[in-house]
């Protein structure tokens, strides 16, 4: 909504953000940090989205339902993570094979 | 529902001269005025068209698989072509009929009249549905001429990564394409629904079938992603073997049918959400009274389209999920029938006392009150882990959901389509074969699939193309409703297209309805409204004046 436009400045300084998280992605792919790769790589690509979605896609000082919506979507998305933790998570407490 | 009086006296059947008055079907013509038309009535006439054209499709697919199973023997096709069948029927009804079908043509023509706008929030993309879903289709029916696809309408995996080697993908494709279609047709009316209300028209103003179209734009809108990254990986693995489904790589073929299922479940309350709200509509239209618990019914169909979220895993019972996750989803499904019981219950109270009239839109609508009742309780059943272990991949499942799809979805699309009709096209139909078909599709609807209950029961399994003899009377009888049933069907195809021409001139409202639709001319005209409504009153506030003395309603 054109109601909330950021100066220039904004969007270059978010670029540069990204492009620096960007670098310590690949910076990290390099370090072995045991369980913990998946989660830092993750990490920074859930901090790279939510500069995108805040900035770039002007979620950030727009009316309230946006943010509504976007966690909805996030809200599903959790949803389908979560029960598919409750069957892989729980497969083979009987130990019977296939249950 | 009251406007100001202005609004209401606008609301004649032609112009004060005589001449013919214009609307949005006469206002201009040709090819090109239809196909790059941005008119949301039109667009939802376009849709009519198309998706009678995948019903009827769908039907002969329907058609062939009765007549094979007429017999017990595997006489009439073989396997490899009855496969392709019965995934054909799955596919254009459920994507091609069903899931756009009510959303796409009442919603389409409905939703702005319903909320005194002008046309839904955005015109262009409207149109751009229409053309996505028409392309999609047309990918469907390539491939279906190019060897058809035999998985099931369910694409599991490995069957359709590994081992079949028919249209998988190009159907596939054909399903992602007429997802964005669905995706884009839900965005546009929670748009319009959030933005463009009349004044005075509040949330809880609102008619109950718009709230019962705004539940399945969420559906849509939060669900087809993932049917559509379900499918692009099926694609993938089949092309690339990366590795998702196919345990030899890594994957986990059991995930193909969480994704699908995370969409396919809500995608069942896309088809019956829109069916119920008509019912709503139409039950407290003719029996003259307000909806019984108008909050408890709006809510309900949110709490449908939310908590339709949460059960998908009970058709995952028996295909190796684990049996804790199974339990969790048996408990959480039986719960989802509570606010489609709530439904049930309020239309049973409102027409308690009633002054009930036995109009066609109505004879439909008490169908699907009884074939919703039957098929939401047997998937009570199914829902709990003991019976469905039991009748898994049986005939009982088959007729659980035609009895919602088939006795409750198109039961309550055609009940809408008979009760606007008049509005849509401006004439009436025939009122003694109308209600000959709401019966006639009654009984046959019944003939057919009450039958596969007991077939199911006694252990007859679906996708097959011969069975054992002993089963050979049911599946006759089952065949004999099919054709009852498609006889029915034909009679609204024949009468409404006779109406266009020959039926007498429907007025503005011909049921004596409440509703902001009604106060306009019939056909509408292009902007639908010549003064912008104003509401001042809940909906069905009836009892409402009289019917007009000069109404006709049928011949
Ligand atoms: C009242 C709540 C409902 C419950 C608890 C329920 C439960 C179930 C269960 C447990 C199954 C799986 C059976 C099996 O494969 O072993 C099933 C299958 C099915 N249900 Fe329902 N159901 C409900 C409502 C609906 C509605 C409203 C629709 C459609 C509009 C629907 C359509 C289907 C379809 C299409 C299948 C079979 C899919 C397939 O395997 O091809 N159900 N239902
Ligand atoms: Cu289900």
């Known amino acids: 909504m054109p109601a909330h436009v950021q100066p220039v400045r904004v969007y270059f300084g978010v670029f540069a953000a990204l492009m620096a998280f960007t670098a310590l992605t690949v910076f990290a792919s390099f370090v072995n940090l045991g369980h913990a790769n998946t989660f830092v790589a993750l990490g920074i690509a859930a901090a790279k989205a939510t500069l995108v979605i805040l900035y770039f896609m002007h979620v950030?000082?727009?009316?309230?339902?946006?943010?509504?919506?976007?966690?909805?979507?996030?809200?599903?998305?959790?949803?389908?993570?979560?029960?598919?933790?409750?069957?892989?998570?729980t497969r083979g407490w009987l130990g019977v094979p296939g249950r | 529902m009251t406007t100001t009086p202005s609004a209401a006296r606008t609301a004649g059947a032609a112009m004060p001269d005589g001449s013919p008055r214009t609307h949005y079907l006469n206002a201009t013509y040709g090819l090109k005025s239809w196909l790059l038309t941005r008119d949301h009535?039109?667009?939802?006439?376009?849709?009519?068209?198309?998706?009678?054209?995948?019903?009827?499709?769908?039907?002969?697919?329907?058609?062939?698989?009765?007549?094979?199973?007429?017999?017990?023997?595997?006489?009439?096709?073989?396997?490899?072509?009855?496969?392709?069948?019965?995934?054909?029927h799955g596919v254009l009804m459920i994507f091609f009929f069903l899931i756009p079908g009510i959303p796409a043509v009442l919603g389409n023509?409905?939703?702005?009249?319903?909320?005194?706008?002008?046309?839904?929030?955005?015109?262009?993309?409207?149109?751009?549905?229409?053309?996505?879903?028409?392309?999609?289709?047309?990918?469907?029916?390539?491939?279906?001429?190019?060897?058809?696809?035999?998985?099931g309408w369910t694409f599991y995996t490995p069957l359709s990564t590994n081992y079949v080697n028919t249209s998988v993908i190009t159907v596939g494709v054909g399903i992602f394409i007429a997802g964005f279609s669905s995706i884009l047709t839900g965005l546009n009316f929670v748009v319009t629904i959030h933005r463009m209300r009349a004044p005075g028209l509040t949330w809880f103003r609102l008619p109950l079938f718009v709230w019962g179209a705004y539940a399945t734009s969420l559906i849509q809108i939060l669900g087809t992603p993932v049917i559509a990254i379900a499918i692009l990986l099926v694609a993938a693995e089949r092309t690339l073997h990366i590795g998702i489904f196919d345990p030899k790589l890594g994957g986990d073929p059991i995930l193909f049918q969480h994704l699908f299922w995370f969409y396919s479940h809500p995608a069942v309350y896309?088809?019956?959400?829109?069916?119920?709200?008509?019912?709503?509509?139409?039950?407290?239209?003719?029996?003259?009274?307000?909806?019984?618990?108008?909050?408890?019914?709006?809510?309900?169909?949110?709490?449908?389209?939310?908590?339709?979220?949460?059960?998908?895993?009970?058709?995952?019972?028996?295909?190796?999920?684990?049996?804790?996750?199974?339990?969790?989803?048996?408990?959480?499904?039986?719960?989802?029938a509570v606010p489609s019981a709530i439904k049930v219950f309020n239309w049973t109270a409102t027409l308690y006392k009633g002054s009930i009239s036995w109009d066609t839109p109505m004879l439909y609508a008490l169908g699907f009150i009884g074939l919703f009742t039957i098929g939401g309780l047997t998937g009570v059943m199914l829902a709990t882990l003991g019976i469905d272990a039991h009748v898994h991949d049986t005939y009982f499942i088959i007729a659980h959901f035609h009895y919602i799809m088939v006795g409750g979805a198109i039961m309550g699309y055609l009940g809408g389509l008979h009760f606007w009709w008049p509005k849509i096209t401006g004439r009436?139909?025939?009122?003694?074969?109308?209600?000959?078909?709401?019966?006639?599709?009654?009984?046959?609807?019944?003939?057919?699939?009450?039958?596969?209950?007991?077939?199911?029961?006694?252990?007859?399994?679906?996708?097959?193309?011969?069975?054992?003899?002993?089963?050979?009377?049911?599946?006759?009888?089952?065949?004999?409703?099919?054709?009852?049933?498609?006889?029915?069907?034909?009679?609204?195809?024949?009468?409404?297209?006779?109406?266009?021409?020959?039926?007498?001139k429907a007025p503005s409202n011909p049921w004596g309805a409440t509703g902001l639709e009604w106060q306009t001319t019939s056909p509408p005209p292009v902007e639908n409204f010549l003064t912008q409504p104003i509401v001042t009153a809940p909906p069905y506030t009836y009892p409402a004046p009289k019917r007009a003395p000069e109404v006709t309603r049928g011949v």
Do not use: C
Not at chain 2, 119 to 142: E, K, M, Q, V
Not at chain 2, 437 to 448: H, Y
């Open chain 1, 60 to 89: 950030k000082g727009n009316t309230k339902l946006v943010p509504v919506v976007i966690l909805s979507g996030l809200f599903f998305l959790l949803l389908l993570f979560l029960f598919l933790a409750a069957d892989y998570g």
């Open chain 2, 41 to 88: 009535k039109r667009i939802a006439l376009l849709y009519l068209v198309s998706i009678s054209v995948f019903f009827a499709l769908g039907g002969l697919m329907a058609v062939l698989i009765r007549m094979e199973l007429a017999t017990p023997e595997g006489d009439l096709f073989q396997p490899d072509i009855y496969n392709r069948l019965f995934t054909m």
């Open chain 2, 109 to 151: 023509f409905l939703i702005p009249l319903m909320i005194g706008a002008r046309d839904l929030a955005f015109p262009r993309i409207n149109l751009l549905s229409w053309y996505l879903y028409s392309i999609g289709g047309l990918f469907t029916l390539w491939a279906l001429l190019h060897g058809g696809v035999d998985t």
């Open chain 2, 270 to 336: 896309i088809m019956i959400l829109p069916s119920m709200g008509v019912v709503s509509e139409l039950v407290a239209t003719f029996s003259r009274k307000p909806i019984f618990g108008y909050k408890f019914v709006a809510f309900a169909s949110i709490g449908i389209a939310v908590l339709g979220f949460f059960v998908w895993g009970h058709h995952m019972f028996v295909s190796g999920q684990s049996i804790y996750a199974g339990v969790i989803f048996s408990v959480l499904s039986m719960l989802v």
């Open chain 2, 428 to 504: 009436m139909y025939p009122l003694f074969w109308s209600k000959l078909s709401a019966i006639v599709i009654f009984i046959g609807f019944n003939v057919t699939f009450f039958p596969q209950f007991i077939l199911g029961y006694l252990g007859m399994p679906r996708r097959y193309h011969s069975y054992p003899p002993e089963f050979q009377v049911l599946n006759v009888m089952s065949s004999a409703g099919a054709t009852v049933l498609g006889l029915g069907y034909l009679m609204p195809l024949v009468y409404f297209i006779w109406s266009i021409r020959y039926g007498p």
